[in-house]
């Protein structure tokens, strides 16, 4: 099974402070996702990547940015957290040739963060 | 623009009891496909269905099944003989082919109570 593996499943930060939640996958996939989580609003994707060191923003990427060095890895940065940026945030990936077969996307567990 | 609608927001029903959680979407796409998630409160979503839209067969998979109407743009997803396993969020999403996206519904809560 792919497994997506999201560093941390609940972290507190404060004002002001570069945050990094970290990503990993373990199946080679080309295409990975941060989406986040707010109730009553589903799911919106902040940014994505089609390949290492390529990333394209998503509807609500303002106040974050992205790194994809290695395929496996793909981090999210908030450069200076916000009361506002208080949320699940979850992690996904897919692989096209999976897609093919009928399957859908790969999320991880998440991570909550909030920011004090 | 792409949307998806789910109603509703909480659904609590008894153990045993057929429970019907309802997805509407728009898209102005020919080629789409639609899915269904489960988030239990471990947090990772689960898949549980992707449906092409060119294919509007009906997927039944144990005590799972979907409705996917074109006509009424919707993919209602039926769990029958509910269990209490099954509390967890449902979302629906939608993703137009060539895009790269999920674009999701708000989710429905579902309690099954013993």
């Known amino acids: 099974d792919v497994k997506v593996t999201q560093s941390s499943r609940y972290l507190v930060k404060r004002t002001g402070e570069k945050v990094f939640l970290e990503c990993v996958q373990d199946?080679?996939?080309?295409?990975m996702f941060w989406y986040r989580q707010d109730p009553g609003l589903g799911l919106r994707l902040i940014y994505f990547?089609?390949?290492?060191?390529?990333?394209e923003k998503g509807d609500i990427p303002e106040g974050y940015s992205v790194s994809r060095e290695k395929k496996e890895r793909f981090s999210l940065i908030l450069e200076s957290a916000s009361t506002n940026q208080t949320s699940m945030y979850l992690c996904?990936?897919?692989?096209?040739?999976?897609?093919?077969f009928g399957y859908g996307y790969t999320f991880g567990s998440g991570t909550r963060l909030t920011v004090v | 623009a792409q949307k998806v609608t789910q109603a509703q927001t909480e659904i609590s029903v008894v153990e045993k009891e057929d429970v019907t959680l309802d997805c509407v979407y728009e898209?102005?796409?020919?080629?789409?496909?639609l899915f269904w998630y489960k988030q239990p409160p471990s947090g990772e979503l689960v898949f549980l269905i992707r449906?092409?839209?060119?294919?509007?067969q009906n997927e039944i998979s144990g005590r799972y099944s979907w409705n996917f109407q074109k006509s009424t743009s919707s993919f209602n997803f039926t769990i029958t003989a509910s269990q209490v396993v099954d509390s967890a969020v449902y979302f629906c999403?939608?993703?137009?082919?060539?895009?790269?996206?999920?674009?999701f519904g708000q989710g429905t809560r579902l309690t099954i109570n013993p």
């Open positions: 996904a990936s897919i692989d096209w040739a999976g897609w093919t």
């Open positions: 199946m080679d996939h080309e295409n």
């Open positions: 990547s089609y390949d290492v060191k390529m990333k």
């Open positions: 898209t102005r796409d020919t080629t789409y496909y």
């Open positions: 449906r092409n839209s060119f294919d509007e």
């Open positions: 999403a939608l993703k137009s082919w060539g895009a790269q996206k999920l674009v």
